[in-house]
């Protein structure tokens, strides 16, 4: 796997934009990802490792889009209707090459092709037959209802872009184009971990002053959403030795580690030191809310991001941050679609030079007009203020003020994974 340089997080003191951040992240991080080939069954949500074309056009033939007649136009009258004999049925079945050609006109099916010299299908709804006949009305233009060859892709056409995450349709079109599997690439291998001895597994007893590691289940099921291979490794006691051992053990065979908590400067705060032991750490100063400073950093060649301890700081920058950076080392585009824009049912005010994201839900206006409405807690380790939500309205970095009635963008919770 490619290797990243111990200097790469580097960056001045300033708060940073999110756009400052992504640049950061593509100029100066490798895609580490490897490539293998997996069957198409297997590669819905992988990620094309290099452009895939086309095998062959599709439709493979010019055929017919409709049930109907087919017909040469030079045939059609110049005014009125037109009576043509039906001499030819062709149905899907028959290859291109079958195809009778055309005298008069030819009854055919949708996806039949069109036998030669014909380059028109009337939809047998609009003709009228008499006899051994079909009268045609005028109007159609040329062409119409026919399908021509290549129409939807031609061979040797890209198909799929190498850096794009299969979709199901996606993965349709490879097999219309003659492929059977794809080069894509390998998962991005995360380690995720927890740390402090005040985390206790669900389930188990709470003591006095334990609190139930939530956050790396959170983190666990949104990192598999994304497309990574996990390695839970459970909770790390505050020990720096043990610690600085399992980090670096970690990243022998990982592309990411990822953790929550236990980076700030405090005297128990002991990832900090256990990863400056094995590697180099520093911090990024973001200008978002929810959300402190990240740490971020290298291991052995692995990327290393420390997240803060708060659980809706945890998805706001693992979302907005840590997602384009998985996306990056993965080889993966990071093409987020464009946020909804919905009126603001609330006033708000922020501070200038960061951005906030506040969790909304959705209701239709009285005048069918979609609304975002404030969730009633803005604490960062209100947990209910995702799980009672739609999703993130946006505020950017230079508003102050947000009114009733004013138009946000909004991100559904959905589409962020």
Same mark, same amino acid.
């Given at each position: 796997?490619?290797q990243l340089a111990d200097d790469c997080f580097a960056f001045g003191g300033r708060l940073m934009t999110i756009e400052e951040v992504l640049a950061l992240i593509h100029e100066r991080?490798?895609?580490?990802?490897?490539?293998?080939?997996?069957?198409?069954?297997?590669?819905?949500?992988?990620?094309?490792?290099?452009?895939?074309?086309?095998?062959?056009?599709? #439709?493979?033939?010019?055929?017919?889009?409709? !049930?109907?007649?087919?017909?040469? *136009?030079?045939?059609?009258?110049? !005014?009125?209707?037109?009576?043509?004999?039906?001499?030819?049925?062709?149905? @899907?079945r028959i290859s291109g090459d079958a195809a009778p050609a055309i005298e008069g006109a030819a009854r055919i099916f949708t996806g039949a092709p069109m036998p030669p010299g014909a380059?028109?299908? $009337?939809?047998?709804?609009?003709?009228?037959?008499?006899?051994?006949?079909?009268?045609? /009305?005028?109007?159609?233009?040329?062409?119409?209802?026919?399908?021509?060859?290549?129409?939807?892709?031609? @061979?040797?056409?890209?198909?799929?872009?190498?850096?794009?995450?299969?979709? /199901?349709?996606?993965?349709?079109?490879?097999?219309?184009?003659?492929?059977?599997?794809?080069?894509?690439?390998?998962?991005?291998?995360?380690?995720? $971990?927890?740390?402090?001895? +005040?985390?206790?597994?669900?389930?188990? #007893?709470?003591?006095?002053?334990?609190? *139930?590691?939530?956050?790396?289940?959170?983190?666990?099921?949104?990192?598999?959403?994304?497309?990574?291979?996990?390695?839970?490794?459970?909770?790390?006691?505050?020990?720096?030795?043990?610690? @600085?051992?399992?980090?670096?053990?970690? @990243?022998?065979?990982?592309?990411?580690?990822?953790?929550?908590?236990?980076?700030?400067?405090?005297?128990?705060?002991?990832?900090?030191?256990?990863? +400056?032991?094995?590697?180099?750490?520093? $911090?990024?100063?973001?200008?978002?809310?929810?959300?402190?400073?990240?740490?971020?950093?290298?291991?052995?060649?692995?990327?290393?991001?420390?997240?803060?301890?708060?659980?809706?700081?945890?998805?706001?920058?693992?979302?907005?941050?840590?997602?384009?950076?998985?996306?990056?080392?993965?080889?993966?585009?990071?093409?987020?679609?464009?946020?909804?824009?919905?009126?603001?049912? $609330?006033? *708000?005010?922020k501070k200038s030079g960061r951005r906030e994201f506040v969790r909304v839900s959705l209701a239709q206006g009285p005048d069918g007009v979609t609304e975002a409405h404030k969730f009633?807690? !803005?604490?960062?380790?209100?947990?209910?203020?995702?799980?009672?939500? !739609?999703?993130?309205?946006?505020?950017?970095?230079?508003?102050?003020?947000?009114? +009733?009635?004013?138009?946000? /963008?909004?991100?559904?919770?959905?589409?962020?994974?």
């Open positions: 796997m490619a991080l490798p895609v580490v990802a490897g490539v293998e080939t997996v069957p198409l069954a297997l590669a819905d949500g992988r990620v094309a490792a290099e452009d895939i074309l086309a095998r062959n056009d599709v #439709p493979g033939f010019a055929n017919s889009a409709v !049930d109907g007649y087919a017909v040469r *136009y030079a045939d059609l009258a110049a !005014d009125g209707e037109t009576l043509l004999p039906v001499t030819a049925r062709i149905a @899907a380059d028109t299908v $009337f939809m047998q709804e609009d003709v009228r037959l008499e006899g051994s006949h079909v009268a045609l /009305p005028q109007g159609l233009t040329p062409g119409a209802n026919m399908r021509p060859a290549g129409e939807d892709i031609a @061979a040797g056409a890209i198909a799929i872009s190498a850096g794009r995450r299969l979709r /199901p349709q996606d993965v349709a079109l490879a097999a219309a184009t003659g492929h059977a599997d794809l080069p894509v690439r390998k998962r991005l291998r995360v380690a995720l $971990f927890s740390t402090g001895d +005040e985390l206790v597994a669900p389930g188990e #007893p709470l003591p006095p002053g334990g609190v *139930y590691d939530s956050n790396r289940v959170m983190l666990g099921a949104l990192l598999r959403r994304l497309g990574a291979e996990v390695s839970d490794l459970g909770v790390l006691r505050d020990d720096p030795g043990a610690l @600085a051992e399992r980090i670096a053990g970690a @990243a022998r065979d990982h592309d990411l580690i990822l953790t929550s908590g236990g980076v700030s400067t405090g005297e128990e705060d002991h990832v900090k030191a256990a990863v +400056e032991a094995v590697g180099q750490l520093v $911090f990024w100063r973001l200008g978002i809310k929810p959300g402190r400073p990240l740490a971020m950093g290298a291991v052995g060649g692995a990327a290393f991001v420390g997240l803060p301890g708060n659980p809706v700081a945890v998805y706001v920058t693992l979302l907005f941050v840590v997602r384009p950076l998985m996306a990056r080392l993965g080889g993966a585009l990071h093409e987020p679609l464009p946020p909804r824009m919905v009126r603001a049912a $609330f006033p *708000y005010r009633p807690r !803005d604490g960062a380790g209100v947990l209910t203020s995702l799980t009672e939500s !739609d999703g993130l309205a946006e505020l950017a970095d230079d508003l102050t003020r947000v009114a +009733e009635g004013d138009m946000i /963008p909004f991100h559904p919770h959905g589409l962020l994974w």
